[in-house]
């Protein structure tokens, strides 16, 4: 005699789900399978540039699939950004992120183009360089204190940055939200010849990121102030930070992290957490971005997304209260 088993309605719902599940799954078990791809918001040869080429290097021989690095400059980082926030979540474009195109970007253009909050998977931080304050030779100034005084003596003090909306020029306006000293911004287009008439006393002082500026304090044609670091930058370890000269509310470094799409699979966050991490911690990518200026720092997901959204929550209401537009 034989028997017939009749499923019930739940366990005929349970086997349709394990076998969406099982259809579903090879997906994603499988990933990497094809090229991955990271969007550079500047030009090549820039600092998020090299890191990124770097980073790509390494993960390429970490997950047996080939990181592709894909520049894609302009408005404020924005439009590299909107890339990736409009990719689908199917980890195989990313961002190389960092201040400008998450803190500072969106909120110089008339219609935000994305909530840098929610449109992205904020995956890795992968490190982070401060600016420096610097003045020129001929300027006199040589310390931020004096800096400070000169602005009040005389009312109003000159100081240059790479362009409207960059780190460097946000930094200014922070410095003269938080300490009231009133720098005036004198916008370049790039740091180079912002350079050129920094050396030439053009303007007294500049603001950008400390990388390309060693070469100029060791020669003596610039001075640097302070770096705006917590602590002291390894590039320059003699010149002290904002907190040393009494500011720990001007503490601001350019952040660089892996960010991806929103709603990334969760398994696919964690295993490129985790690749990143080991990448970061050895020894010749060590190396090479303390030439960049860049402290790496392996940290957890949940502690980058926190960082972003520090940074979000200070920079942003100084952009907007500065009224700066692309």
Known sequence: MTTTTHPTRRGALQLLAAGAASIALPAFAQWPDKPIKIIVTFPAGGSSDILARVMGEQ???????AVVVDNKPGAGGTIGGALVAAAPPDAYTFMLSNTTPIALGPFTLEKQPYDPLTAFTHIAFLGSAPLVIMASKPSGITTYAELDARARKEG???????????????????????TGANLVHVPYRGGAPMTTDLIANVIPVGIDVITAYVPFFKSGQL???AVTGSTRSPLMPEVSSIVEVGQPKLVLENFFGLSGPAKLPPDIVTKLNTACNEVLVMPEVQKKLIE???????????????????QVGVLAPT???????L
């Not at 993960?59 to 699939?65: F, N, S």
């Not at 100081?159 to 410095?175: A, M, Q």
């Not at 907007?320 to 537009?325: E, H, Q, S, V, Y």
């Open 292 to 310: 960049l200026g860049i402290v790496a720092k392996p940290e957890s997901t949940a502690r980058f997304e926190s960082i972003v959204k520090e």
């Open 59 to 65: 993960l390429t021989r970490k997950l047996g699939q």
């Open 156 to 178: 109003r003090l000159d100081f240059g940055s790479g362009g409207p909306g960059s780190i460097g020029h946000i930094h200014g306006e922070l410095i003269r939200k938080v």
């Open 319 to 325: 952009v907007k209260g500065a009224g700066i537009k």
């Open 223 to 225: 001075v640097p102030l």
